[in-house]
C-alpha cells in the first residue's frame, strides 16, 4: 500500500523558515514525479513545486526564489525548504506523488491531475 506521511509544519513569523518532510513508501517503481501543493479555504489547491519523473523541477511564480525542493533517494524523502515566509503561505501543505512518466502524458506537474497519490497534509501558519 502507497502511504505518504508530510511532517514539519508549525507556525512561524513572517519572514521565518521552516522545512517540510513526505516519507514515500509502497512504490514498485524506481522513476516517480513527486510535488508539493497546498490549499486554504475557498481557494483551489495549487501547485507549490515539483520533481518530474526525468528530474526537471518546476516551481509556482508565487514561490520562485524562496523555496526549494529536494528529495533524499536513499531515504524516500522529499522536502520543501520555505525560506522569506509570508502570511499569504498560510495553508495546509501536501506532497503527492504518481508513476506515470513523464512522456507518456501532457499535464505539467504543478497540476493536480497529475497526481493519483496524496498525503493527509500538514498545517502551515505565518503570522503577520
Known amino acids: 500500500q502507497v502511504q505518504l506521511v508530510e511532517s514539519g509544519g508549525g507556525s512561524v513569523q513572517a519572514g521565518g523558515s521552516l522545512r517540510l518532510s513526505c516519507t514515500i513508501a509502497?512504490?514498485?517503481?524506481?522513476?516517480?514525479?513527486m510535488g508539493w501543493f497546498r490549499q486554504v479555504i475557498g481557494k483551489e489547491r495549487e501547485g507549490v513545486a515539483a520533481i518530474d519523473s526525468d528530474s526537471s523541477i518546476s516551481y509556482a511564480d508565487s514561490v520562485k526564489g524562496r523555496f526549494t525542493i529536494s528529495q533524499d533517494n536513499a531515504k524516500n524523502i522529499l522536502y520543501l525548504q520555505m525560506n522569506d515566509l509570508k502570511p499569504e503561505d498560510t495553508a495546509i501543505y501536501y506532497c503527492?506523488?504518481?508513476?506515470?512518466?513523464?512522456?507518456?502524458?501532457?499535464?505539467?506537474?504543478?497540476?493536480?491531475?497529475?497526481?493519483?497519490?496524496w498525503g493527509q497534509g500538514t498545517e502551515v501558519t505565518v503570522s503577520s
Open positions: 503527492a506523488v504518481d508513476r506515470t512518466p513523464k512522456k507518456l502524458t501532457s499535464i505539467h506537474p504543478l497540476h493536480i491531475r497529475r497526481y493519483f497519490y
Open positions: 509502497g512504490f514498485t517503481y524506481n522513476t516517480i514525479t
